[in-house]
């Protein structure tokens, strides 16, 4: 066994999504490999962790929109597409990318599960860096990986199905290489030393017995796997292609180093699959579709609920302004009939003003009369005589 590379080490852990590529991504600790800091955190449906860095699967992300695709396309990438890739920004930012890491940590492994679609770009970009490379593709019973999927997207089984089938076909030319390993990961779950040994091997990377132990104690959990079907539970789903069955068998034999998928057999798989590519252009552009008629939906839902907050809104207001509108009629009501009491004072005060004008005008004829009669001016200096007697 090498104990000892000359070149720095890259270990890229393949495999479908669901299969188990994040168990396998942790175990490459056992051999020295390290994953780097810049780690993806855990979520709910993967609670210890996707193992994957957070920039590798960024640029994955961003390639697959370059190449006009997503995660789970079934379309094939476009060769010349790819050869653009290869010759652009995107191969600079890859390799900038690997020769940090790779500076950091000269054993270092990668692990995102976009990689085998990708691997057309990164396969003759690795080989331009002069990086010993090292595949371990993670093997699971496809039943599985398509109803954990499903409990994580909204997707037929049929088109898991087909998801499956593509990311290992595109595995298979690795076959060629004697560093290359699949790992089964129910034979991981339930013999994790002896397989990890065997994984060893392959790899020519001696296994640290004291990681090996804390790895299969601490951190293998049975409950990892929700779903389990029996390895022949294939031929009973209808789902399932007869594809997809062949290829699980033949894998299930490369597991355990019992036979050898040839450039042959892969041929007419691969000839099967492009029979298929017309079917899987028209799936992606149904599923296309479909989203963007959910974001409308969802667009539209989103409108509505505004609309409806707004409404209830206006309402609130609306029901506001009746009650200050009622209140206000009260008082209007209220000053209505404090003005008509007033009225009513002001008529009466009106009618005593009229009668006191009337004793005044009867007093002021009964003056003049009175001054203007014959004894008034008769007895007009007697009056005189006695303003001066009393000086009034």
Known sequence: MNKTLQKPLLVVVLGMHRSGTSAVAKSLEIFGVSLGKSLIAAQADNPKG??????????????????????????????????????????????????????????????????????RFWCPLLKTLGVETRYVITLRHPGNVVRSLQRREELSAEKCYWMWVVHMIECLPLLRSPHTVVIDYDRLMTSPADELLRVGRRLDLPANPETLDTFTRDFLDDNLRHNRDPADGLDYDPACPPLAFELYQAL?????????????????????????????????????????????????????EVLNKRLNSLSQQLTDLDAANTSLSAQLEAVTSRLQSLAAQLADKNVSLSSADERIRMLSDKIHRMQTSVSWRITSPLRFLRRLLTGH
Not at 54 to 69: A, F, H, K, T, Y
Not at 271 to 293: G, V, Y
């Open 252 to 304: 299930m034999l490369e597991a355990r180093d019992e036979s050898a998928i040839t450039d042959a057999q892969l041929q007419v798989w691969r000839k099967r699959l492009d029979e298929c590519q017309s079917s899987f252009r028209l799936i992606d552009q149904l599923q296309t579709d479909a989203a963007q008629q959910r974001d409308i939906a969802l667009n539209l839902r989103s409108n509505h």
């Open 50 to 119: 996707f193992w994957e860095d957070e920039l590798l699967v960024s640029l994955n992300i961003r390639l697959l929109q370059e190449l006009g695709s997503y995660t789970d396309s079934l379309t094939p990438l476009a060769d010349d597409a790819l050869e653009a890739v290869l010759h652009g920004p995107f191969a600079t930012q890859a390799k900038d990318y690997l020769s940090s890491r790779l500076k950091d940590h000269p054993h270092f492994g990668i692990k995102d599960p976009r990689m085998p679609r990708l691997l």
